[in-house]
């Protein structure tokens, strides 16, 4: 797991050993590889926002079996907010999320290749930034539920989401579960919105 505050690296030891266990998915050449020809293959990255809901876990599960391809490389990202003290407790509380996330990751499609990455600042220009430095070619995030004051008062995560789909420069999908009675999910991207996916 790699920490960054404000967009600068720290370098703390005790982060350091904890990288070591929540980072077992992937090396650092894994990391360079993504996106590279290998032969006549080539292999994307697939990024993915994660957070500890279970809307976050539903896309990454969408994304690693609709998007994610034998070889390909899936960067877990989650990203603290700026301000937030990054005590021991809440180290250890995330680097267990991103181990439980991976260990599933590796259960389902053992051939994607998974790396998880913690970086501490702005949400938008974060997540932004880091789909151009590890050049991602798909970036996916999850969609909440529309409620019926949303199209007067969108919330700050369907912003997130709006500004991720138009200003990102690779393609970029929000995804959400349907309920169990319905079945399937709902796709938006910068083309077509709320596309229903049943599969």
Known sequence: MSWERGGERTTKKGREEQASSCCAHASASERREGGKKEGVVM?????????????????MVWALTHVANKGDVMTLLHVLPPHCSTSAHREEETCHLLNSLGSMCKAMRPQVRVEALVIQG??????????????AS??????????????????????????????????????????????????????????????
């Open 43 to 59: 292999r994307k990255r697939v990024m993915v926002v994660i957070d500890r809901t279970a809307r976050a876990k539903h896309a």
């Open 122 to 135: 702005p949400k938008l220009a974060t997540v932004l930034g880091q789909v151009k430095k590890l050049d």
């Open 138 to 199: 798909v970036l996916v995030l999850k969609q909440s539920k529309p409620s019926s004051l949303c199209c007067l008062f969108p919330s700050s995560h369907d912003d997130f989401v709006e500004q991720c789909i138009s200003r990102a420069e690779c393609l970029t999908m929000a995804v959400r579960k349907q309920s169990s009675g319905v079945g399937g999910y709902l796709v938006s991207t910068r083309w077509q919105k709320n596309f229903w996916l049943l599969a």
